[in-house]
């Protein structure tokens, strides 16, 4: 390299560190930034527009209605053990909340008791009691679903969002310009998934959670520079809020775990926790209010189980599967790809290259956080996380992440005007990609549980589906047990090489009979398979008494349970039925798929006849 380029090469650098590693400004400076706080104002207006235009329908629903119960059930139905759902159930045949009220899980004892943790009921609840206060004064049923409540929980999720946004735009102040905050927040609000997790579905769990990572960074960076006692409070407090919203959330405590950590350095192996037993009061403090928030958890676990602690997620359909994480579907898959549908986080990875020149501590901290909650994300199960827009458990990540969105457009702010022309039509482009397929979701046109690679090409920049589309996504799952079955693009296959079609024919009273079983992997590679069982049999029993036919499948545990009962004939003791069932997502496609007869009342009977019958699709796209 010759004099000049080296010049050149040094003043572009002095150029970066001056704006990107400057030393962490005071509050005052940070309300002196006008650029930044008229960016995120212009954004929470969009937001709180888009969350109120149209009036949203039935926005507790779903997820969002497990983790709302516990309020509900408390404070309006004045049952907070949910000793009786039958509301529930009335309210759900009534106004379609939930397809199956997994909402609902079963204690040791057989009792219903809530599936999700109360760290949302937590947030909303001073929301609540707002609602909750103005339904009867508005002449409002006070049933904890009318307007009054669904508008002081949805005005209570843009208070959290502007409370997110205002320090999430104070961690990136401590170390860019403040237009380069201004650009990067304005970027990742409207040009991300967060644009439809903050807005339309505001009352999930991810407004809150990506405000409590916001908070939780934020304190941990004053903690380690002024060593302020109410920084490590608020950290203790944050973590045991996120803990409690969702239990994989937890993993934030490596946050402030690690921010001094350095594995050549073993004295900076418990840093912080030499650094908070030297403040005893303010752990103190901190321990106390992580106590308080705890207790309700605990007791009611106790009271429900007699154990403190217990894990309500007792679903052997999902659950994490450290071993086998869908890292490649997470990121590409055309069902919820993260790089698919929120290509310009894409950016925010690159920009990593350069923030880490200039921070490597912090950006060797955060970045090995980033992908621990990342690892986490690819080993749920169920990786496309419900009906949500493209990957919405990765949305807290993005204020760790937007800290190298911010370097990448900090580097080329010094580039000719071609790169910086170049890097903004990116910017632009990626923006109104991120706009336009958001309006297909929020039309229906790109579906949010079963796009596939076909079908996504066929909608790709339309305004509606083409016709005949439809037949290009994976196979419609309704989440009841009223599924129709349409063999017309389906074929059988031959399953006498892995289970038998004979059956014992002799009188019998067991509970269980002998159980046909085999697995997806033995017989095909489609993810889905149709399954038809014809069974006959004779009994001297009342129709209340016969055997059921059930269908299941087995991780660890049972999941996809369904069960039939045989209707009888017109011959006297003879009962018969067909039972056509679909396989549920497999959590893994080794496991176990059966069936078998439920002789639940013991009573003496006979198979005649015991079939079973298996159709895969045809459609390419059905393949796994």
Not at 318 to 323: S, Y
Not at 336 to 359: C, F, S
Request: charged share 15%; with cysteine.
């Amino acid at each position: 390299m010759n004099m000049y380029g080296l010049i050149r090469c040094h003043f572009y650098r002095w150029l970066i560190l001056r704006h990107v590693n400057q030393r962490p400004v005071s509050f005052a400076s940070v309300r002196q930034s006008p650029w930044s706080f008229w960016s995120i104002a212009l954004c929470w207006m969009f937001l709180a527009f888009f969350r109120f235009s149209p009036m949203p329908n039935k926005p507790i629903a779903w997820d969002t209605l497990g983790y709302y119960l516990p309020l509900a059930s408390t404070f309006v139905h004045h049952d907070p053990f949910l000793t009786d759902k039958s509301w529930l159930v009335q309210l759900n045949e009534r106004e379609q909340l939930t397809g199956t009220l997994y909402q609902i899980t079963a204690s040791p004892k057989g009792e219903d008791m809530y599936f999700f943790f109360f760290g949302w009921s937590y947030c909303y609840a001073p929301f609540f009691a707002v609602g909750h206060a103005l339904a009867d004064w508005l002449g409002y049923p006070a049933d904890g679903f009318s307007l009054p409540y669904t508008m002081a929980l949805m005005i209570g999720g843009l208070i959290y969002l502007a409370v997110g946004l205002w320090y999430w735009r104070k961690i990136l102040l401590l170390y860019f310009d403040d237009r380069v905050v201004a650009l990067t927040l304005f970027i990742i609000v409207l040009g991300t998934n967060f644009v439809n997790h903050t807005s339309i579905d505001n009352l999930s769990t991810v407004n809150v959670l990506t405000m409590l990572m916001a908070l939780m960074i934020w304190n941990t960076i004053r903690w380690y520079s002024d060593g302020s006692g109410k920084h490590l409070v608020g950290i203790l407090g944050v973590w045991i809020v996120m803990t409690l919203i969702k239990p994989s959330e937890t993993l934030v405590c490596l946050i402030p775990l690690l921010w001094q950590f350095r594995l050549r350095e073993p004295r900076t192996w418990f840093g912080a926790f030499q650094r908070a037993f030297a403040q005893p009061k303010a752990l103190l403090i901190g321990c106390l209010v992580a106590v308080i928030l705890l207790l309700p958890q605990l007791g009611y676990w106790y009271a429900m189980t007699g154990r403190i602690f217990f894990d309500s997620y007792q679903n052997p359909g999902v659950g994490l599967d450290w071993t086998s994480p869908h890292i490649v579907d997470v990121l590409f898959s055309f069902r919820k790809g993260w790089m698919v549908y929120t290509p310009l986080m894409a950016l925010a990875i690159i920009g990593w290259i350069y923030y880490y020149r200039e921070h490597q501590r912090m950006a060797t901290v955060l970045g090995v956080c980033f992908l621990v909650f990342f690892y986490v994300v690819a080993s749920w199960s169920e990786w496309w996380y419900g009906g949500g827009f493209s990957q919405r458990t990765l949305i807290p990540s993005y204020v760790i992440l937007s800290l190298g969105l911010a370097a990448l457009i900090t580097h080329f702010q010094h580039f000719r005007m071609v790169s910086r022309a170049v890097l903004a039509a990116v910017l632009v482009l990626g923006l109104m990609l991120n706009q336009f397929q958001w309006w297909q979701f929020k039309m229906g046109i790109l579906d949010p549980y079963r796009t596939t690679s076909a079908y996504y090409k066929a909608v790709w920049m339309k305004t509606e589906a083409p016709p005949g589309a439809d037949a290009l996504k994976l196979v419609h799952r309704n989440f009841t047990a009223d599924l129709q079955f349409d063999s017309s693009h389906y074929t059988q296959i031959d399953l006498s090489r892995v289970v038998s079609n004979q059956y014992d024919t002799a009188w019998q009273s067991s509970e269980w009979s002998k159980e046909k079983t085999f697995s997806m992997d033995a017989v095909t590679n489609k993810d889905h398979l149709w399954l038809e069982s014809e069974v006959e049999m004779e009994c001297q029993c009342t129709p209340d008494e016969a055997p059921l036919l059930v269908y299941f499948v087995k991780h660890k545990g049972v999941y996809g349970y369904r069960a039939t009962a045989l209707e009888p004939t017109d011959s006297m003791g003879i009962y018969s039925g067909k039972f056509l069932y679909m396989t549920p997502e497999m959590r893994n496609y080794e496991d176990v798929i059966g069936t078998h007869i439920w002789n639940r009342k013991g009573i003496r009977f006979r198979l005649k006849e015991w079939n079973i019958r298996a159709y895969q699709p045809d459609s390419p796209w059905s393949e796994r």
